[in-house]
């Protein structure tokens, strides 16, 4: 976490120490855990509900983009298998570049169904999303994938726009 000023050191112990005691006590903190305990607070919070599905879950659902993002960067983290595949498929669904961008990040990589790993990646190349943001992309990229990208190129051609570059690395 780095240093941090001794008010934040000192508000990120006893939210920790209340999350711990009662895992309700985060929907109050941590969306003051940046701003109140600086920077790796929310993470560090998220880590003290040791895998609670159903109080993560919230937290996203509650949460603006900041914390939505958070929560999705350290999914990999928090042990919960396949159970945030809600979570993930939710980010994949919004206009928030940002959002869906960490949605095809290692969690999204590892449990992501086929089809929905090809759907974001799409979504990513409408948004403008860099391919190279996302997780695990050579490894998952599949006959299906690369003929989706052609076909998006294909179109693209038709229509006289530019092809990005980083589609034309991979078909």
Known sequence: ??????RAEEWLARALSQVEA???????LFPQA????????????????HGD???????????DSGE?????????ELGLGAAAIPLVEDALRTNDARLVAAALGPYGAQWLDDHAFRQGV????????????????????????TRMLSDFATERRAAGRPVPHDILERI
Do not use: W
């Not at 009662?22 to 109050?28: F, K, R």
């Not at 799409?122 to 994938?145: H, N, Q, W, Y």
């Open 1 to 6: 976490m780095g240093e941090m000023e001794p």
């Open 22 to 28: 009662d895992h309700g006590a985060a929907h109050l």
């Open 34 to 49: 940046e701003r109140r305990g600086g920077t790796g607070a929310r993470r560090a919070l998220l880590a003290a509900l």
């Open 53 to 63: 599905q159903a109080t993560i879950r919230a937290l996203y659902e509650r949460g």
């Open 68 to 76: 939505r993002l958070t929560i999705l960067a350290a999914l990999p």
């Open 122 to 145: 799409l979504k990513c190349v409408f948004m403008e999303i860099p391919l190279a943001s996302i997780a695990g992309l050579d490894r998952r990229t599949d006959v299906e994938l």
